[in-house]
């Protein structure tokens, strides 16, 4: 099975109240009330990694962040994140690096040389369609406010991931994952930790945030793999009873750098 498309199968398992939950823990801890125009707070930098069809980061441009970035190990992904971003009128740009680097894919010469500068998309390019999202004004405010940028990424190729990198403008303050991590862990133990390793170079040393959604994992588990940040809020999801013990099926946890 695909990546992702495992992926996308445990995504589904999620639903979207765990996106929810996600992206309202970020608002508080990061913007607070009413504080959407201060861009120290509201201009973090946002990295979703497998950023899918971009649930998740139109709901954190519709919470107030401005600085959206989605990678996707599949293109599909990032061009129906671009299509359904332009619907709801999210300006963005699908990035690419400026010839072929090792681990940036299999694209011939003529292809690469098409897409080495940013492709922008702004609400002209949407399709005849209303807003798959029933955001207020002011939400709508936000999302025509912030701008997005996306790139297709081999999360398991340091030397693409550092490309990447350079090209977004270097690591993210707010780095989301909601089911990529379990679908590499599906994958092969190997995978996973490459993915282990290579996060910390996502995530911005000066105080950056990792927050994760899985369904494979504990919340224990979680801390344990990812050791090498400190966790700093459970969130909660929903439990249930079964023998008389009270349990989850979903984990998520929110970890710092180390300082």
């Not at 980061?57 to 970035?69: I, W």
């Not at 405010?141 to 297709?152: E, G, M, P, Q, T």
């Amino acid at each position: 099975m695909g990546l992702h498309r495992a992926r996308d199968r445990l995504v589904r398992r999620f639903g979207e109240q765990s996106a929810t939950k996600m992206v309202t823990w970020c608002k508080k801890t990061f913007i607070g009330e009413g504080d959407e125009d201060d861009p120290a707070r509201s201009g973090l930098r946002v990295m979703d990694l497998g950023c899918g069809n971009g649930h998740m980061l139109f709901l954190m441009a519709a919470a107030g962040f401005t600085a959206l970035h989605g990678c996707d190990y599949s293109p599909a992904a990032v061009e129906l994140s671009r299509r359904l971003a332009a619907q709801i009128g999210l300006p963005v740009e699908v990035l690419s690096l400026p010839e072929a680097a090792p681990g940036s894919g299999s694209e011939s010469e003529s292809e690469s040389e098409s897409e080495s500068e940013p492709e922008s998309h702004d609400a002209s390019d949407a399709d005849e369609a209303d807003s798959p999202f029933d955001f207020d004004e002011e939400e709508e405010d936000n999302v025509r406010h912030s701008r997005l940028s996306l790139f297709r990424l081999d999360l398991l190729d340091a030397a693409s991931v550092q490309a990447h990198l350079d090209l977004a403008g270097g690591p993210f303050d707010i780095v989301l994952d909601k089911g990529t991590y379990d679908a590499i862990s599906l994958n092969s133990p190997s995978a996973r930790k490459l993915f282990i390793k290579h996060l910390p170079m996502l995530v911005s040393p000066s105080g950056g945030h990792f927050v994760i959604t899985s369904c494979n994992w504990t919340t224990e588990e979680l801390k344990e793999h990812f050791a090498a940040f400190e966790p700093v809020a459970v969130l909660p999801q929903r439990s249930f009873m079964f023998g008389g013990r009270s349990g989850q099926n979903v984990s998520s946890v929110a970890f710092r750098v180390r300082a």
